[in-house]
């Protein structure tokens, strides 16, 4: 089985920044594709960021556009969140997931592995 573990989790005040990593194990990293969900409270968890199996193609939840960026070093079966500019309504729990099957299917229903979760507060 596929075994991700988030770190990362912080507080930052708004307007700074923070970088999340999920190492991936138990499986070979380069066949999945990547995503970035969160959840914040009294919400469903969604979709934050995307990223293809081998890095050329990245996704992205229009919120967080121009703020985040996904990234992968596949060598070191790890994927990564760079967050910038963070806003209050950023702070979440955040979840890293891989998606074994091609396609483009970012929904929650459509990844098959899950991270624990990492919280990520944001203050004013």
């Known amino acids: 089985q596929v075994q991700l573990v988030e770190s990362g989790r912080g507080l930052v005040q708004a307007g700074g920044s923070l970088r999340l990593s999920c190492a991936a194990s138990?499986?070979?990293?380069?066949?999945?594709?990547m995503g970035w969900f969160r959840q914040a409270p009294g919400k469903e968890r969604e979709f934050v960021a995307g990223?293809?199996?081998?890095?050329?193609?990245?996704y992205n939840e229009d919120s967080v556009k121009g703020r985040f960026t996904i990234s992968r070093d596949n060598a070191k079966n790890t994927v990564y969140l760079q967050m910038a500019s963070l806003k209050l309504e950023d702070t979440a729990v955040y979840y890293c997931?891989?998606?074994?099957?091609?396609?483009?299917?970012?929904?929650?229903?459509?990844?098959?592995?899950w991270g624990k979760g990492t919280l990520v507060t944001v203050s004013s």
């Open positions: 990223i293809s199996r081998s890095g050329g193609s990245t």
């Open positions: 997931a891989a998606r074994l099957s091609y396609g483009n299917n970012w929904s929650v229903y459509g990844m098959n592995y």
């Open positions: 138990g499986g070979t990293f380069s066949t999945y594709a």
